[in-house]
């Protein structure tokens, strides 16, 4: 979704607070009235907006999970269109949301900036909330553009997370009728799961989107992980490691399945062992559509990394076809020396060195 042409109608500010040492809701601060930005500010909050939300390594597409009459996104439904005093009354339950959300006593709590308006070249109503941490040198006291500009609009503040929801088709009922996004400075584009689940799952009542991308990741990270914990030696692991790569990147069949990755490579008695594995990660067992799109940085080269800063690094295909390593015992290691080393063969002559 393009985030661009965005208008903001309305603005406002409440604030949350981190729990008390018992664990006890501190009650959030809610705002009175809405904040009247100058036209510069209102340029810079809206740029920084749609950077955030069109950063594709942190902010991502949600499905609505949650759309009940207490919902976010039924929340978020009945703020569209409404006059400033019912709007003013209605973000303020997003901060008691969110600070009932905060279960954790180490959660730090921030200002709630709650914001609507229109979005997209053909506008469509939109309802984001921004969770804005608090850095060191905030100034407690001072207006409400004051703290949003310190806050949100400085460009040493990076501590802030974003939900977005935009009503896609008035004819349709909830959820299907809104798109939701999140995004989040914790974020990365190999790890998703960084961003905080409290804010997207109980707060904005969304998960994170199975689809294909995200399946082949963790289809990727879930079986390198088991392989790595395989009790077998290390030449072994290396050829299961290099199948690995090679099965997503070089293999051309356009699904990945469980059973047939444990067919063709693993070791017969690891079998059961690996399907119960990627069984208790929820990782489905029928075929999945392959999509490396959020895996090209990490299948690109395979990296074999030893002690003094020696690495072996090239295209998993080179691992498979031109290199060969084994384990051998050590011959003539000296005091705080392995025990066991590793021989590598490359099928090739050296062609340069530096």
């Known amino acids: 979704?393009?985030?661009?042409?965005?208008?903001?109608?309305?603005?406002?500010?409440?604030?949350?607070?981190?729990?008390?040492h018992d664990g006890a809701l501190v009650t959030p601060r809610h705002a009175l009235q809405l904040v009247v930005l100058p036209a510069d500010a209102m340029g810079s909050f809206t740029e920084r907006v749609v950077d955030a939300?069109?950063?594709?390594s942190q902010s991502m597409e949600l499905e609505i999970a949650e759309s009940g009459p207490d919902s976010a996104v039924a929340q978020a439904a009945s703020l569209v269109g409404k006059p400033d005093r019912a709007f003013i009354a209605g973000s303020a339950k997003f901060a008691d949301k969110l600070a009932n959300a905060q279960q954790a006593k180490n959660l730090p709590?921030?200002?709630?900036?709650?914001?609507?308006?229109?979005?997209?070249?053909?506008?469509?109503?939109?309802?984001?909330?921004?969770?804005?941490?608090?850095?060191?040198?905030?100034?407690?006291?001072?207006?409400?553009i004051q703290y949003l500009t310190d806050l949100f609009l400085t460009p040493a503040s990076k501590l802030y997370k974003i939900g977005f929801f935009t009503l896609v088709d008035a004819r349709r009922n909830l959820p299907e009728a809104w798109s939701a996004h999140v995004y989040d400075s914790h974020m990365t584009q190999r790890n998703r799961e960084g961003a905080?689940?409290?804010?997207?799952?109980?707060?904005?009542?969304?998960?994170?989107?199975e689809n294909s991308a995200y399946l082949t990741r963790s289809f990727f990270e879930n079986t390198r992980e088991f392989i790595r914990q395989l009790p077998v030696e290390?030449?072994?692991?290396?050829?299961?490691?290099?199948?690995?790569?090679?099965?997503?990147?070089?293999?051309?069949?356009p699904i990945i399945q469980v059973n047939s990755f444990s067919t063709a490579y693993l070791p017969n008695d690891a079998h059961d062992q690996y399907t119960n594995y990627m069984r208790s990660k929820n990782f489905p067992l029928t075929a999945v559509q392959?999509?490396?799109?959020?895996?090209?940085?990490?299948?690109?080269?395979?990296?074999?990394?030893?002690?003094?800063?020696?690495?072996?690094?090239?295209?998993?295909?080179?691992?498979?076809?031109?290199?060969?390593m084994e384990m051998v015992m050590a011959d003539g290691a000296g005091p705080g020396q392995s025990a066991e080393w590793t021989r590598i063969t490359i099928k090739d002559r050296i062609r340069t060195q530096e």
């Not at 939300?53 to 594709?56: C, E, R, T």
């Not at 490396?292 to 691992?319: C, M, N, T, W, Y």
């Open 290 to 324: 392959k999509d490396i799109a959020d895996l090209a940085g990490q299948l690109r080269k395979r990296r074999v990394r030893f002690s003094g800063s020696i690495e072996l690094s090239g295209p998993p295909e080179a691992f498979k076809d031109l290199i060969n």
């Open 53 to 56: 939300m069109g950063d594709a």
């Open 1 to 20: 979704m393009s985030f661009e042409n965005l208008v903001v109608e309305k603005v406002i500010l409440h604030e949350v607070f981190k729990r008390r």
């Open 109 to 144: 709590g921030g200002i709630v900036v709650v914001f609507t308006g229109t979005v997209s070249a053909s506008p469509r109503p939109f309802v984001a909330i921004i969770k804005a941490e608090k850095q060191s040198g905030f100034r407690e006291r001072g207006t409400a």
């Open 234 to 253: 290390p030449e072994v692991k290396d050829d299961l490691l290099t199948s690995l790569y090679t099965y997503l990147k070089v293999d051309q069949t």
């Open 196 to 209: 905080a689940k409290y804010f997207y799952g109980t707060f904005l009542g969304c998960r994170l989107p």
